[in-house]
């Protein structure tokens, strides 16, 4: 057995961690683990930059809803002048001149003083009845002024006064029975009615353009009663206790 010895490999070893020169690190070292992350003042200082943004945007919403609440009121406040502004000037500019039997003579039915204006018009079938009506533009005082319309269809029935539609008379300056009916009263269908068509007045003028009877020259007039021919023009200066509008005029068909 001298010459058939048993052979023994080299045990082959793994890689091994060893420490070479110092402070270099050899094959096989562990390194340590770094964890990334917010220091204590970098938190803080995004805390507070969160909470500033949150301040402007709640601040920002704040304002846009009160511009909102704002123009929504501007708009409110418009609207029923407007639709009185926009009804009158409507209105006057289709007026036509119109005679009408009252008590066994005929009376012209446009007149008017600085308060109050009536006038024959069409209106559309929104009222019920479609066709030719008087109407009636008077500023009532109470509490508060308000503009107020009473219409008849141009009907003798109707302006006799039938059921419980109260007759017609021509404007003179004075009270009627009409006047003391409650607003929104619609009858007959629609032939007779009573509508507010502003609150809160302050503010109604009506002057009047045109040639009198007693004067051969064009003007301007605070009335326009027992005239046989409409004038040319009306010019209404309207305001409430909100605010002032501006003057209509308002040029009405020839007579």
Not at 54 to 74: C, D, I, K, M, Q
Not at 123 to 152: A, K, M, N
Request: include cysteine; charge should be negative.
């Amino acid at each position: 057995m001298h010459g058939d010895c048993m052979r023994i490999s080299p045990v082959q070893q793994s890689p091994s961690v060893s420490t070479g020169d110092a402070g270099s690190p050899v094959l096989g070292a562990r390194r340590p683990i770094r964890f990334s992350g917010f220091t204590l003042v970098e938190l803080v200082i995004a805390l507070a930059l969160i909470a500033l943004i949150s301040l402007v945007l709640f601040s920002g919403l704040r304002l846009g809803n009160r511009v909102w609440e704002g123009v929504e009121s501007l708009a409110e406040r418009n609207a029923a002048p407007r639709i009185a502004h926009n009804f009158m000037a409507r209105a006057l500019a289709q007026a036509r001149p119109s005679n009408v039997t009252f008590e066994g003579e005929q009376v012209p039915v446009f007149r008017g003083d600085a308060q109050n204006l009536e006038f024959v018009a069409p209106l559309s079938e929104h009222v019920g009845t479609p066709g030719l009506y008087i109407l009636r533009l008077s500023l009532e005082h109470g509490d508060v002024d308000r503009l107020v319309l009473t219409r008849w269809l141009l009907h003798p029935d109707v302006l006799d006064g039938v059921g419980d539609i109260p007759p017609w008379e021509p404007f003179d300056g004075a009270t009627h029975p009409a006047d003391a009916e409650p607003l929104d009263a619609d009858r007959a269908s629609g032939a007779y009615g009573r509508t507010l068509l502003l609150d809160n007045v302050s503010e109604l003028e009506i002057s009047y353009f045109g040639i009198t009877q007693k004067e051969p020259e064009s003007d301007w007039y605070s009335e326009w009663l027992d005239e046989p021919r409409m004038p040319l023009a009306v010019r209404i200066h309207l305001a409430t206790k909100e605010q002032p509008w501006p003057d209509m005029v308002i040029r009405l068909p020839e007579s």
